[in-house]
């Protein structure tokens, strides 16, 4: 059947299974909005207030769900606004596909009005880009998109689309979705036997889980391995949610505000087994100090993150999930380690989570949101102190319900966020954790929650401040504060009545449960302005350059051998 291309691309997103899309029209994407408007029964458009959070809200559809995220913007300005939401989901692995209307072929390279090189621009923070110059291609063009998308580590990919190749018309043939298969032709035998050997002649084994056992659904095959080998397990930031955060084999985070216990543990151990997890900076601190007892197991879906931080002695190059099954199969049968799980439940007695008392009341109000807070809910958090806060505080119960910008640390994620994962999951409360300093950033988007009626909550931890930078000024800047103190009268709750979202104020002196419970029990977009003092830090924390192990906020106390 011949047809335009604008509606060649609306048919292949409906091939690939998409029901949403997140967009902003503009001039060199009016075809295929035309499209959209007349297919609009068949798939969802959700009109944001600016193209990053409709490059967010794709990136929250997506992590909430594993599907694909989309998003659609017009060229120049509009396409150059996706930049950080696609550098976003790149460093997180996220599978996304962002639309770019570009100005027609005979009009390329000419300065055109609203033209850039879109295609270029976006060369080093997607996983792959086209730009489509034959509608003959347009089809697989999109189905390759969508694949290399989901293959392997996913990631997000750029299709340039210029208006010419919309409007023109080629016949189309449906085809079916052919979804990559998981990623075990580098799985090598003795790789695992290597892997296997090590773990059943370790005495102190210990896991670092990260967002890749997320992305690759492999939570329960993960359970089911720290259990086999009886090993505790810590987690990056990414990997919250992989492992129940109640879990007496649950160490909490690692690094630079992670706990005292997961630093600590990682640092006795002798065998350090990486799942899904690359060796970032905010987790290592001193590369020449890190793990330096143990060898170190690295089991990744991407061999490019092998030895490029700290080098391991094993490498499994394989999805995490048929990875961990396979070396499973090879361990044989369950290890006895209830010496060393004895060390660590002494060391969770001696070090648990702590906060200075300078910073209770975000404590206080984090530990009664998740009193109150639905078990199945989602949350996302903007970046900075109140990102830590509740990394450190809330309960992650399972894998895609806790969502953050770990890897590009993108002010502005959050509310964007949000809103993809309320979109995509209408049943479920939703609440976006923020900062004062990065909810302005975005706080446009309370249009779009308006808008749709969205019961997305929002949770201000106001400051007045940019309150991480603050932390490091106090510590490492003499107290310097240039710039960061956020003074503007800012009224937060008539600013979300402005816009039709209920706002509330969590005043110091108010109990944080019978507000939030409140709020909760509304069910409708609200805004929930907390105020904490200025000067609130995030501990424990290690300084920079500094080993994991060497951190602020605790006292010191050895961990029992």
């Not at 060796?279 to 092998?306: C, H, L, M």
């Amino acid at each position: 059947m011949k047809m335009t291309g604008a509606d060649i691309i609306i048919e292949c997103l409906i091939e690939q299974g998409v029901d949403t899309v997140f967009g902003y029209p503009g001039g060199q994407v009016i075809p295929l909005y035309d499209a959209i408007y007349r297919n609009r029964s068949r798939i969802r458009h959700v009109l944001t207030a600016h193209e990053q959070g409709a490059s967010h809200a794709a990136d929250g559809y997506s992590r909430s769900t594993g599907k694909v995220g989309v998003c659609i913007a017009t060229s120049g300005p509009g396409a150059t606004n996706l930049v950080t939401g696609l550098a976003t989901a790149y460093m997180d692995s996220v599978p996304m596909i962002a639309i770019t209307g570009n100005v027609p072929q005979p009009l390329l390279g000419r300065d055109s009005f609203q033209e850039v090189d879109i295609r270029g621009i976006t060369l080093t923070v997607t996983k792959h880009n086209y730009i489509v110059k034959d509608i003959a291609e347009l089809a697989d063009t999109v189905r390759e998109a969508f694949y290399i998308a989901r293959e392997g580590r996913p990631g997000p990919v750029l299709i340039d689309i210029p208006k010419d190749i919309q409007v023109g018309e080629y016949e189309y043939e449906r085809k079916d979705v052919s979804l990559p298969e998981p990623v075990c032709s580098r799985l090598r035998e003795k790789d695992l036997e290597a892997a296997a050997e090590l773990i059943r002649s370790s005495k102190r084994p210990m896991c670092y889980i990260g967002g890749g056992v997320i992305r690759s659904d492999a939570a329960d095959e993960l359970r089911e391995f720290i259990d086999l080998i009886d090993s505790p397990a810590g987690s990056s930031l990414m990997g919250l949610g992989a492992v129940d955060s109640s879990s007496e084999r649950f160490t909490g985070m690692i690094g630079m505000h992670g706990t005292r216990l997961s630093n600590l543990t990682i640092n006795k151990c002798d065998l350090l087994i990486v799942i899904g997890a690359r060796f970032s900076d905010r987790v290592i601190s001193n590369g020449s100090t890190f793990a330096k007892q143990a060898r170190i197991i690295q089991i990744d879906v991407d061999p490019a993150e092998f030895n490029k931080n700290i080098i391991s002695f094993v490498h499994v190059v394989g999805d995490v999930k048929v990875s961990l099954s396979r070396l499973m199969e090879k361990i044989g049968g369950k290890l006895d380690h209830s010496e060393w799980m004895q060390t660590v439940a002494r060391g969770r007695r001696r070090f648990p989570v702590k906060v200075a008392s300078d910073a209770k009341r975000p404590q206080e109000i984090l530990e009664a949101l998740d009193r109150v807070f639905p078990a199945d809910g989602y949350v996302t958090t903007e970046v900075g102190q109140h990102q830590m806060w509740a990394a450190q505080f809330l309960h992650s119960r399972a894998p895609h319900h806790f969502l953050t910008s770990g890897g590009l640390g993108t002010m502005g994620y959050g509310t964007g966020a949000a809103i993809g994962t309320q979109i995509s999951h209408p049943g479920s409360r939703v609440i976006n954790i923020a900062g004062d300093g990065s909810f302005r950033m975005n706080a446009n988007e309370l249009a779009t929650i308006a808008r749709y009626r969205l019961p997305v909550m929002i949770l201000i931890m106001n400051n007045h401040a940019l309150g991480m930078v603050r932390q490091w000024q106090t510590l490492f800047y003499d107290g310097h504060y240039s710039e960061t103190t956020l003074d503007t009268p800012l009224d937060w709750v008539k600013l979300a009545e402005a816009y039709g979202v209920k706002g509330m104020r969590l005043l110091p002196d108010d109990d944080p449960e019978k507000v939030l419970r409140k709020a909760v029990e509304l069910n409708e977009a609200v805004v929930i302005e907390a105020i904490i003092p200025s000067d609130d830090k995030v501990y424990p924390m290690v300084a920079p350059g500094a080993s994991i192990s060497d951190m602020i906020g605790f006292q010191e106390m050895p961990l029992e051998p």
